[in-house]
T-cell receptor, first 112, second 112 residues
Framework: DQQVKQNSPSLSVQEGRISILNCDYTNSMFDYFLWYKKYPAEGPTFLISISSIKDKNEDGRFTVFLNKSAKHLSLHIVPSQPGDSAVYFCAAPSYNTDKLIFGTGTRLQVFP | EAGVAQSPRYKIIEKRQSVAFWCNPISGHATLYWYQQILGQGPKLLIQFQNNGVVDDSQLPKDRFSAERLKGVDSTLKIQPAKLEDSAVYLC??????????FGEGSRLTVL
């Protein structure tokens, strides 16, 4: 049972354009969401998070939007840079625990 | 500040052999996690420790996997006997009592 889904395994974007990575979830009890970024041969690193009491959180070039009614969140990167090329995972803590449930990831490639 | 250390980085074994992975978390982090990331999937929690006690091992295949954190600091994850489907990256992460997770670089296991 995949409670956190990332339906796009890959995305290719030109440098300077917007990258939009999507994530859907099935458990309405999730109230906090995180995005992690993973470079090859490295562990995931925390990027940005959002609480369910908000619908938007912004940090520099990164903005996460949450649509609770649709059980959907998205990560926007503007402008995209070649260094953003990585695999992005969305994740949510299982209800009432801190056990993170990860999506399958989206590989972003930003080309010049 | 030193990050989460893992070793070995890479290991190739034949099926039915055994393997052990070691993790040293960030100093002062009470919570330690072992995740399994199979190619094309998101990380899946195998076991979570708080100090030297197990918090969650519901997804650990206990017939072949074992993990310990005897002194509440570093941890060892063992697989015996290994199966082909155990080929994955084993990620160790730590946090300060369930806060932000910091991941190590991972140990990539190939079972032939």
């Amino acid at each position: 049972d995949q409670q956190v889904k990332q339906n796009s395994p890959s995305l290719s974007v030109q440098e300077g354009r917007i990258s939009i990575l999507n994530c859907d979830y099935t458990n309405s009890m999730f109230d906090y969401f995180l995005w992690y970024k993973k470079y090859p041969a490295e562990g995931p690193t925390f990027l940005i998070s959002i609480s369910s009491i908000k619908d938007k959180n912004e940090d520099g070039r990164f903005t996460v939007f949450l649509n609770k009614s649709a059980k959907h969140l998205s990560l926007h990167i503007v402008p995209s840079q070649p260094g953003d090329s990585a695999v992005y995972f969305c994740a949510a803590p299982s209800y009432n625990t801190d056990k993170l449930i990860f999506g399958t990831g989206t590989r972003l490639q930003v080309f010049p | 500040e030193a990050g989460v250390a893992q070793s070995p980085r890479y290991k190739i074994i034949e099926k039915r052999q055994s393997v052990a992975f070691w993790c040293n978390p960030i100093s002062g982090h009470a919570t330690l996690y072992w995740y399994q990331q199979i190619l094309g999937q998101g990380p899946k929690l195998l076991i979570q420790f708080q100090n030297n006690g197990v918090v969650d091992d519901s997804q650990l295949p206990k017939d072949r996997f074992s993990a310990e954190r005897l002194k509440g600091v570093d941890s060892t994850l063992k697989i015996q006997p290994a199966k082909l489907e155990d080929s994955a990256v084993y990620l160790c992460a730590s946090s300060f009592y369930g806060g932000e997770l910091f991941f190590g670089e991972g140990s990539r296991l190939t079972v032939l």
